[in-house]
């Protein structure tokens, strides 16, 4: 079936270091949304991507959508222990289907 | 406040029993979700409503039932037929049923089954 690949799984930097996680699908995508699940938490909407090559910042955290709106990375600058948690892409095919998850990246962050 | 409540947070279950997590939203939000999350894993789709007194199954809806009789309330219920239940549930809700806006989470339900 249709399957929306999230690419580190885990991913421990250093205080100060970039993030990035990566998501990929076979198919092409109507948007992408991006998630952060806080340890023990449930998942909070960050931001959703629509247009092709479309790049959006919040801060520190820089998303983009790939020209083919087949993948989409997030990236985070100068990571900090605020930023621990899992970081999760959903995919839409079309105006109809369902969003569907990648497996998420977990980041950890030491001090 | 607004926002998605769910109960209990914790819960524990003999095998063969089955249980129902509540859902209740003051969004006004036409759309309502159940996910399954393991760990490790994504957010899996069991069932979604998109209006009152209609709802559809997800990539994995055997062993669930659900039911959206008020616009409010989205009831998961966990039936003994459903082989491995041990899981966090999560319900979700958004504007409009379609895949084009946020969705929003409640602090999802534990379930153990012991």
């Known amino acids: 079936g249709q399957q929306v690949m999230q690419i580190p799984q885990y991913q421990h930097v250093q205080e100060g270091e970039d993030f990035t996680t990566y998501c990929n699908s076979s198919?092409?995508?109507?948007?992408i949304q991006w998630y952060k699940q806080r340890p023990g938490g449930h998942p909070v909407f960050l931001i959703q991507?629509?247009?092709?090559?479309e790049v959006k910042k919040q801060k520190r955290l820089t998303f983009q959508f790939g020209e083919a709106k087949k993948n989409s990375s997030l990236h985070i600058t100068a990571t900090q222990t605020t930023d621990v948690g899992t970081y999760f892409c959903?995919?839409?095919?079309?105006?109809?289907?369902?969003?569907?998850f990648g497996k998420g990246t977990k980041l950890s962050v030491k001090p | 406040d607004g926002g998605i409540t769910q109960s209990p947070k914790y819960l524990f279950r003999k095998e063969g029993q089955n249980v129902t997590l509540s859902c209740e939203q003051n969004?006004?939000?036409?759309?309502m979700y159940w996910y399954r999350q393991d760990p490790g894993q994504g957010l899996r789709l069991i069932y979604y409503?998109?209006?009152?007194?209609?709802?559809q199954k997800g990539d994995i809806a055997e062993g669930y039932s659900v039911s959206r009789e008020k616009k409010e309330s989205f009831p998961l219920t966990v039936t003994s037929a459903q082989k491995n239940p041990t899981a966090f549930y999560l319900c979700?809700?958004?504007?409009?049923?379609?895949?084009?806006?946020?969705?929003?989470f409640g602090e999802g339900s534990r379930l153990t089954v012991l």
């Open positions: 969004l006004n939000h036409d759309a």
């Open positions: 979700a809700s958004s504007i409009q049923g379609s895949n084009t806006g946020e969705l929003f």
């Open positions: 959903a995919g839409a095919r079309g105006s109809q289907g369902n969003l569907i």
């Open positions: 198919t092409t995508l109507s948007n």
């Open positions: 409503s998109q209006i009152v007194n209609d709802f």
């Open positions: 991507l629509v247009k092709s090559g």
